[in-house]
């Protein structure tokens, strides 16, 4: 009986002889033979039979070898199937075609049966090879696909859900370098940082957990942007290697879809669009040096503040979506970018910019850099309701009198240049008073008393200026020119913590140096949506049991109080909701 355990051998060639002999001496190796007399009936047989070893001569009629070989090795995909070439020729140049075409080896005819028999152990130890290599890939790409579920899970899982907030992330491999993180601060601005590790894949994507750990954990604390861009550097610069770096955009959205602030740090331009007539309004260029390069780096050095108007939209992408190449190895380009932006229907920008790119790219799947573009829509359905804090009568359980306490912080000159005094506040607050679930509240009340105390109180600045687009310019360039040249005057925190009855409170008395203002005499705005200035002031009356001003007005002192009882559960007694 024929021993087939070494499988099927496939002999192409168009001579009998030729066919004869050879499968005499392939049987006695111990493979089951199948023949073929040209090319494209070889082609067919190996999708048909899946030969393990095939021996192709090379001139044949209605199809060659060199042709049915190429043909072959694609249909083979990752799967090896070595091939050995049958010719009488011995220049080196027919030779050098013939490996050139695909083929692994070759044997010049009139066939000796040792060197057959050698040619034949070679291709066994290679194929036994290459399904070694095959099945460690197979356990390595397993192994990567289970590690970027839990990368995204890990990074991406925590961003925000929302209709009016767009983003693709299209790796050039398993990993991505690139990478997307948004939030809402405290206070309701929206945070949106999009980035790009130098290269792709895994030893770009590594970085990424340690830039989302610190971004999510200093937005969540209410940190400035500033302070934020400082600590993903500080991180990065200590742990990326050399010539690794982090581009970054900072976009960050005020509360009041009045303003947004951006930080380019070595990425693309961001754009702001019209929201009805698709024209770009303002293109926001890289001010810095890419994060992880320079421990020193200054972001208030990066900062360009751009006016906004409902429904515009903002649109940040990486290098890789303006570097797509098609078949003629063409960049997809910042023209063809703007003018798809132009030509897309209303509302639809992100989506005619990836069927623009997709058209462009043809049957080019697979680019050689991450693709990115998020595109934000600026609604006020983007940004997370306001928590109006609520004053909750007194339960069952009283939990007694922790004891009052005082604090009181003052601010020289230019120290107000480097320190933002709310996040420290608040967290404060939030550890001596188990306060949690009224951080964005009082956040809220801190940042706005503390922003009328510097900008109106100590720096002088007019909120009527920022009626129009140019005005808004001019308005945060003042406040850029002074804030760096502030040397002088103060802003003060008191605050005070009484417990009455069944409820805590804070009083919060900020006080400026400023030259203050007729309260007595002053008209608070009338309504939040159509008010140019005070919003600030409505929303800290809306938020507290009452708003003070005092002095010549640059004292304001707010009480924001909360109950200090716990519902009773039915079952368990006493419990924290």
């Not at 060197?115 to 460690?136: C, H, P, T």
């Not at 023209?335 to 058209?359: V, Y």
Request: with cysteine; aromatic share 8%.
């Amino acid at each position: 009986m024929m021993n087939s355990s070494l499988g099927k051998a496939l002999i192409v060639d168009d001579e009998k002889t030729n066919r004869l002999i050879l499968k005499s001496l392939l049987s006695k190796q111990g493979y089951q033979t199948i023949e073929a007399i040209n090319g494209q009936e070889a082609i067919d047989l190996f999708k048909q039979e899946n030969p393990s070893i095939i021996f192709m001569d090379v001139m044949m009629p209605i199809l060659d070898g060199y042709e049915a070989t190429r043909q072959i090795k694609a249909a083979s995909a990752n799967r090896f199937v070595p091939v050995i070439f049958l010719t009488a020729m011995s220049d080196e140049e027919a030779l050098a075609q013939c490996i050139e075409a695909g083929g692994d080896d070759f044997l010049v005819k009139p066939y000796d049966k040792i060197i057959l028999q050698s040619k034949i152990r070679s291709m066994q130890r290679i194929a036994a090879l290459n399904r070694e290599v095959q099945g460690m890939y197979s356990m390595i790409h397993r192994e990567q696909e289970i590690a970027e579920s839990v990368f995204i899970n890990a990074i991406q899982s925590s961003n925000i859900q929302n209709q009016y907030l767009r983003q693709v992330v299209r790796p050039a491999g398993i990993f991505s370098g690139d990478m997307v993180l948004s939030a809402y601060s405290p206070s309701r601005d929206l945070f949106f940082l999009t980035g790009d590790f130098t290269g792709h894949g895994l030893l770009a994507a590594l970085g990424a957990m340690p830039v989302s750990e610190v971004f999510r954990a200093m937005t969540t604390k209410g940190f400035s942007p500033e302070e934020i861009l400082t600590g993903i550097n500080k991180k990065l610069k200590s742990m990326l290697p050399v010539g690794m770096f982090f581009g970054a955009q900072l976009v960050v959205v005020n509360h009041d879809l009045e303003h947004v602030r951006v930080f380019n740090a070595g990425m693309p331009d961001v754009l702001i669009v019209d929201g009805e007539t698709n024209q770009v309004k303002h293109r926001l260029k890289s001010t810095g040096l890419p994060l992880g390069v320079d421990a020193g780096i200054d972001p208030k050095e990066m900062l360009q503040y751009a006016p906004i108007d409902y429904n515009d939209k903002i649109l940040m992408y990486s290098d890789g979506l303006i570097e797509a190449r098609n078949s003629n190895d063409e960049e997809f380009g910042n023209e063809r970018l703007i003018a798809s932006i132009s030509n897309a229907p209303k509302n639809s920008i992100f989506d005619h910019i990836f069927d623009d790119i997709d058209s462009f790219c043809g049957d080019i799947t697979t680019q050689a850099d991450d693709v990115t573009l998020v595109e934000i829509t600026c609604v006020h359905d983007v940004l997370p309701e306001i928590e109006v804090h609520e004053y909750i009568k007194p339960s069952t359980l009283l939990l007694g009198d922790r004891g009052e306490w005082k604090l009181s912080l003052r601010f020289n000159g230019s120290r107000l240049r480097e320190t933002n005094p709310v996040p420290v506040l608040v967290n404060y607050l939030m550890e001596m008073e188990e306060l949690e679930a009224e951080r964005q509240s009082l956040f809220t009340v801190m940042t706005e008393l503390y922003i009328n105390a510097l900008d109106h109180g100590v720096l002088g600045l007019d909120s009527n200026l920022k009626v129009d687009p140019a005005g808004f310019e001019a308005y945060f360039q003042t406040r850029e020119s002074r804030l760096a040249n502030l040397d002088s005057g103060y802003v003060i925190f008191n605050l005070s913590v009484e417990q009455e009855s069944a409820r805590r409170s804070i009083l919060l008395r900020v006080e400026d140096s400023g030259k203050g203002f007729d309260f007595e005499n002053h008209a608070p705005p009338i309504a939040r949506e159509t008010a140019l200035s005070g919003r600030g002031i409505l929303l800290i009356q809306d938020l507290c049991e009452s708003l003070e001003y005092h002095g010549k007005g640059n004292i304001a002192i707010a009480r924001f109080s909360w109950s200090t009882t716990l519902p009773v559960c039915p079952d368990l007694g006493a419990c924290r909701i």
